[in-house]
Every structure is written in structure tokens, then in C-alpha cells.
């Protein structure tokens, strides 16, 4: 099973600053890469995909890059919306494997 | 507008079985493969299990292997987790997701 760890674990962050997120892959899992995010109570989102395709209707502030096993997802300027719990998923090798998430919180 | 809802979630003994259902529609259902995750209470995320577009290939998570079942029905524009044998590390919120989206989530609670 493909381990991914995410770090930080919280990021604590003010409001335009630019944020990066790391996720990092125990193997190799080319660009089969995906970010989601979650708000308390609510269903995760689709962020990115591909490693760095995002989905449909995500802002461009939200770009994401890496292969094989090392990514990050880069939030340019931050938006109050975007305070939340960031996972990282390997969809390369069964079993899909999740982070266990950093959550972005405000500073 | 892409939508996934997910029913069937509920209170269940341990041992007992549950049939949850995800309903989609806004995109052509059968031609993308879907997936149940789930999150317990105050966790993360976990993969359950995955079936492609015609439903002939399917794959699990150890923790469910031998006690849930995936399968679909492209005419229904449906996707389904029977979950038999239930233990009190099942109880979650389930959530159906494909086609770059996910659903509400459904809950699952277990108890003796």
C-alpha cells in the first residue's frame, strides 16, 4: 500500500499570503495525483487532478504540480473561503490511498 | 449541473447489513467509474471501493474486502455498496464520488 503523508499537518496562514502544500508518495505514483478540499460539515470538492489539472470551475489561484513523489498544492493569495482541510489522493496503484490532510487555518 | 446523492445510510447492529445508494445525474453515468469513500467521525478520508464504467471490474479496501459489494445499474444511473457483517469501525459518512465530483455523503451508525 502506497503511504501519503501530508505536512503540515495545520498551516496557519493570514488572508492574501500564499500558501504551499506538500504530499508526499512512499513510491512512485507518476502524476495520478488528485487535491480535494473540505469545509466543516460539508462534502469534499474536487480541487485538482493529473497533478496539476484543475476541475472544473476552480479558481486559478489553486495550481498544483509534482510527479512521481513529491507534490504541492500552491494556494497564490489566499481568500477567506479558502480556510479548510486540503487531502491529497493517490489514484495510481489499488488501494487508492488519502493524506491525512493539512488543514489551512487562519493566523 | 453534475449532482450525486447518496440514501440508505441509517443505525445498524454490529453483524447487520445496510444498502446504500448513489444516484447521479448530469453527466453520461456509464461511461465513468465511481467510488465510495468514507470519513469517520472527526477523521480522515478512507477509500472503500471502486467500479469501473461497465461494472465488470471492481476493487476494495482490506477493511471491507469479503463484506462489501460495489455494483451499478447504468440504466438507473445508480451505484450501490451492500454492506453485510457490520462492525463499529464501519460507522461513517459514505460518500459516493466520480466524474470529478462528490455527493452529500449518507451516515452510517453502528452499534451493539
Known amino acids: 500500500e502506497i503511504v501519503m503523508t501530508q505536512s503540515p499537518a495545520t498551516l496557519s496562514m493570514s488572508p492574501g499570503e500564499k500558501a504551499a502544500l506538500s504530499c508526499r508518495a512512499s513510491?512512485?505514483?507518476?502524476?495520478?495525483l488528485a487535491w480535494y478540499q473540505q469545509k466543516p460539515g460539508q462534502a469534499p470538492r474536487f480541487l485538482i487532478y493529473?497533478?496539476?489539472k484543475r476541475a472544473t470551475g476552480i479558481p486559478a489561484r489553486f495550481s498544483g504540480s509534482g510527479s512521481g513523489t513529491e507534490f504541492t498544492l500552491t494556494i497564490s493569495s489566499l481568500q477567506s473561503e479558502d480556510f479548510a482541510v486540503y487531502y491529497c489522493?493517490?489514484?495510481?496503484?489499488?488501494?487508492?490511498?488519502f493524506g491525512q490532510g493539512t488543514k489551512v487555518e487562519i493566523k | 449541473e453534475v449532482q450525486l446523492l447518496e440514501s440508505g445510510g441509517g443505525f445498524v447492529q454490529t453483524g447487520g447489513s445496510l444498502r446504500l445508494s448513489c444516484t447521479a445525474s448530469?453527466?453520461?453515468?456509464?461511461?465513468?467509474?465511481m467510488s465510495w469513500v468514507r470519513q469517520s467521525p472527526g477523521k480522515g478520508l478512507e477509500w472503500v471501493s471502486y467500479i469501473d464504467g461497465s461494472g465488470d471490474s471492481a476493487y476494495y479496501a482490506d477493511s471491507v474486502k469479503g463484506r462489501f459489494t460495489i455494483s451499478r445499474d447504468n440504466f438507473k444511473n445508480t451505484l450501490y455498496l451492500q454492506m453485510n457483517s457490520l462492525r463499529a469501525e464501519d460507522a461513517a459518512v459514505y460518500y459516493c464520488m466520480g466524474y470529478y465530483s462528490w455527493g452529500l455523503g449518507t451516515l452510517v451508525t453502528v452499534s451493539s
Open positions: 489522493q493517490q489514484y495510481n496503484t489499488w488501494p487508492r490511498t
Open positions: 448530469g453527466f453520461t453515468f456509464g461511461s465513468y467509474p
Open positions: 513510491q512512485s505514483v507518476s502524476s495520478n
Open positions: 493529473g497533478a496539476s
